[in-house]
């Protein structure tokens, strides 16, 4: 017989891999380990890992990773070592990975260099929806976006990492490098002047006060820059009155729209325009803005009162209550000076509500126009001659203004009177031969007056030499001429002058001085004082009374007078010396035969 052979029969064994990791959900960047757990593998099983089916890693029981994407497949294939396996080799359960981005690393930067003692600001750039999380010398942390650090030392120097979190993934740090000084170093703080339009403001005098004075006009470009101590305090406040013209702008157009807002028919459509609005700086508009912005118009003020012609605001300033948006700031204010652009003002043209300064708001214009009409004349010298303005195509007009013109060598003015219209004159220039003219209405219908109708009469004393004559002309020598409708367009406005000629007739006396007269007082508005002038045709007691609103005599002159013209000096005082409150008065002539009464306006 042969021999025999012992047989060892292993039982088959079936191996099995799972994959397994701490969290499927990681951050872009983050370092993750992944698992494989055997059974049935024998002592020495063979691991492949793999990538969305692609081999990776090493012949290993764990992998890790810090490169995986979002939506990687992670899975394992092991091959057994035992000799007998019903399958061989295995693969795992497949582990799909959730990978989130890491947001962008913040942009870090301060105010560095700043002074000893003076604030210290950390800046980080914005992330949607981050936190963030800062670090630096002596132990220093913050989650605030930008930490704002008091009375800096010089140990706070150094660099400054910050870290924005979104979605539990934490960024990469930037830093910063900061230095604080032992000394204080000086800082820059600029802006612009410009208007509501956004047009640039030159000329503009900005005043620096506080710990260091400084003063600066601004340029073409409305730039400004003050160099400061970090850290201190300054105040820095902008003025303009130095416009070659300081009318430029206004007119009876703004009259009209001021007019309109006083009455609440149509009121003035921004917080600018109704600073622009307050002339006087009395933090209200009312009459008495109206009646000094006519004096301007006229040329019987050269400037507001404090003597101003802009006015300036904080361009941050934000009006609680635009229809009422006194007070507000015109100065910039810091108690703890560091670098800052964008500090700007807002300027506005006092008296100039539509903006008609700035060369680049447009103007609309209507297709209509309106004349008027002086007649010619013949006079004696010595002749007082009448000269009535009348119109044409007067029809829904609002406001007009012009200047009207004659040789003073031939005619010498006496006084003007109302037609038609409440007119408003300027009267500081007669004696170069040149009055100035005003009209306007709040009436959102304008008005409409006939052909031909006189709206107010001008009477001039011949005094040139037979022969002579003098073309009597409404012009812009002053005060432009401009026309403005019921819907606020400007009309074109059309003159027909005439001719005073100077006759040669004799025997003929100074008629001027044949009846009495009481003139309008010169300058209207006033400051400090008036002079009221009046005449009578022979000699006798005259008495000139002055009266407020309510009909009270405040203060009183009387004295005999010859015939022929006179003139008082009225300083704006009562009977007891006492300087009166702004506001309007009444002058009144009287005499055995005769009394006028005519208005006047006292202002600061």
Not at 206 to 227: E, I, V, W
Not at 473 to 492: W, Y
């Amino acid at each position: 017989s042969s021999n025999s052979i012992l047989m060892t029969v292993n039982p088959n064994a079936t191996p099995s891999v799972i994959v397994s990791t701490p969290s499927t959900t990681i951050c872009s960047g983050a370092s993750v380990t992944f698992t494989a757990t055997v059974t049935n593998a024998g002592a020495t099983p063979f691991y492949q890992w793999k990538i969305n089916g692609m081999n990776t890693g090493t012949n290993s029981s764990t992998y890790s990773s810090s490169t995986l994407v979002n939506n990687n497949q992670i899975s394992c294939t092991v091959t057994s070592s035992n000799a007998c396996n019903t399958i061989n080799p295995v693969s795992s359960n497949v582990v799909a990975m959730t990978v989130l981005p890491s947001p962008s690393a913040p942009v870090a930067s301060s105010n560095s260099p700043v002074s000893a003692g003076s604030v210290l600001d950390l800046y980080a750039s914005t992330i949607a929806t981050a936190t963030y999380y800062w670090t630096g010398p002596n132990g220093f942390n913050s989650s605030t976006q930008n930490p704002v650090i008091p009375n800096a030392t010089t140990n706070m120097s150094g660099k400054y990492y910050v870290s924005a979190t979104v979605n539990g993934c934490t960024s990469r740090a930037d830093s910063t490098v900061v230095t604080v000084t032992a000394t204080p170093l000086p800082v820059a703080i600029s802006g612009v002047t410009i208007s509501e339009a956004g047009t640039f403001i030159n000329g503009v005098k900005m005043k620096l006060t506080g710990a260091s004075l400084d003063s600066m006009y601004t340029a073409a470009d409305g730039q400004y820059q003050f160099d400061v101590l970090q850290g201190a305090s300054a105040v820095i406040t902008p003025s303009k009155n130095n416009d070659l013209i300081g009318y430029n702008g206004i007119s009876s157009f703004d009259i009209v729209m001021m007019q309109r807002h006083i009455g609440a028919i149509q009121l003035l459509p921004s917080p600018y325009k109704i600073i622009a609005a307050d002339v006087n700086g009395s933090g209200s508009v009312n009459s008495i803005d109206i009646s000094l912005t006519k004096a301007l118009i006229l040329q019987n003020i050269t400037t507001f009162p404090g003597n101003k012609l802009w006015a300036f605001a904080n361009s941050s300033f934000v009006f609680t209550d635009p229809i009422h948006p006194f007070p507000y700031e015109d100065s910039r204010s810091y108690s703890n000076a560091t670098a800052a652009s964008d500090q700007n003002f807002i300027g506005m043209k006092l008296g100039d509500v539509n903006n008609s300064w700035d060369p680049y708001i447009a103007k609309v214009q209507s297709p209509e126009a309106l004349t008027f009409v002086t007649e010619n004349k013949q006079a004696v010298c010595g002749e007082i001659v009448e000269i009535p303005v009348t119109v044409k195509d007067f029809n829904n007009i609002s406001g007009f203004q012009f200047t009207i013109s004659w040789d003073a060598a031939v005619l010498e003015f006496m006084e003007v009177n109302n037609g038609s219209l409440n007119m408003d004159y300027g009267t500081l220039q007669t004696e170069n031969g040149k009055l100035t003219v005003l009209w306007a209405t709040d009436d959102l219908n304008g008005l409409n007056i006939s052909d031909g109708q006189a709206i107010f009469i001008i009477k001039l004393r011949a005094k040139g030499s037979a022969g002579q004559s003098s073309v009597v002309s409404i012009n812009s020598d002053i005060t432009v001429m401009e026309a403005v409708n019921k819907d606020l367009e400007l009309v074109s406005i059309n003159a027909e002058n005439s001719l005073v000629k100077i006759t040669g007739a004799t025997g003929i006396e100074q008629l001027g001085h044949e009846a009495y007269h009481l003139l309008q007082n010169e300058p209207n508005p006033f400051a400090t004082s008036t002079k009221i002038t009046f005449i009578i045709p022979a000699k006798e007691d005259v008495k000139i009374s002055i009266y407020d609103i309510f009909g009270k005599e405040v203060a009183a002159f009387t004295g005999t007078y010859n015939n022929g013209a006179h003139s008082i000096l009225w300083d704006g005082s009562d009977f007891s010396g006492n300087r009166l409150s702004v506001g309007t008065y009444f002058y009144r002539m009287e005499t055995g035969n005769y009394s006028e009464v005519r208005k006047m306006v006292l202002f600061k």
